[in-house]
């Protein structure tokens, strides 16, 4: 099993390009989401998605869009990036409504200029 | 919505010393998770307190969550430099898988 898998590692936008966060997990998992990392802030929801045709919004969702078309996809899509977007972005899953135990990706490193 | 406040922010300290960062809420939480991000990495499930006043132990760590499940801490005893890294609590809600983070701990440790 590979995991979470996230794609790309490092990005680096213009403002207002748009750009698709890819995020696929091979765990059967229900439950995905994003977060964003900013420092000093911890780890902010932005979206998730609780099973295939199902996504709401998190903490932070204004600027983002998400589609839970398959159970292993939750793609993020920034639909005109802005400066205040660069962060750190990590895609989570679980599978387990007892015990949430988060499993992440490896983290999309996004700069705007 | 759901706030969780993580002190201190920093916490610097000598290998073999002890460390402790607190997780509080001004709510009750359904359960608390504690999770380890070393530098450049992605958080880390280490565990998960779902009962009042529940003490769980994994080696150096023990977590506790609080009688009136609105607090809870992580500690370790004699710190060593495999530790360091940031330490985040995660408070469950009533809705399933939107947890909310902690600001998180940065612990260094100096050999």
């Known amino acids: 099993n590979a995991g979470v898998t996230q794609t790309p590692k490092f990005q680096v936008l213009k403002t207002g390009q748009s750009m698709t966060l890819q995020c696929a997990q091979d765990m059967n998992h229900e439950y995905m989401s994003w977060y964003r990392q900013d420092p000093g802030m911890g780890l902010r929801l932005i979206h998730y998605s609780v099973g295939a045709g199902i996504t709401d919004q998190g903490e932070v969702p204004n600027g983002y869009n998400v589609s839970r078309s398959t159970t292993e996809d939750f793609p993020l899509r920034l639909l005109s990036a802005a400066p205040s977007q660069t962060s750190v972005y990590f895609c989570?899953?679980?599978?387990?409504?007892?015990?949430?135990?988060?499993?992440f990706g490896s983290g999309t490193q996004l700069s705007v200029l | 919505g759901q706030q969780v406040m993580q002190i201190p922010q920093y916490q610097h300290v000598q290998e073999g010393e002890d460390f402790t960062t607190y997780c509080n809420s001004s709510t009750t939480l359904s359960n608390i998770q504690w999770y380890k991000q070393r530098p450049g990495g992605h958080p880390v499930f280490l565990i998960q307190l779902v009962k009042s006043g529940e003490v769980k132990k994994q080696k150096r760590l023990t977590f506790q969550f609080g009688e009136a499940k609105k607090n809870s801490s992580l500690h370790i005893t004699a710190t060593q430099t495999t530790d360091v890294g940031t330490y985040f609590c995660a408070a469950g809600g009533t809705s399933y898988g939107k947890l909310t983070f902690g600001q998180g701990t940065i612990l260094t440790v100096h050999p």
């Open positions: 989570a899953s679980s599978g387990d409504r007892r015990n949430e135990k988060l499993f």
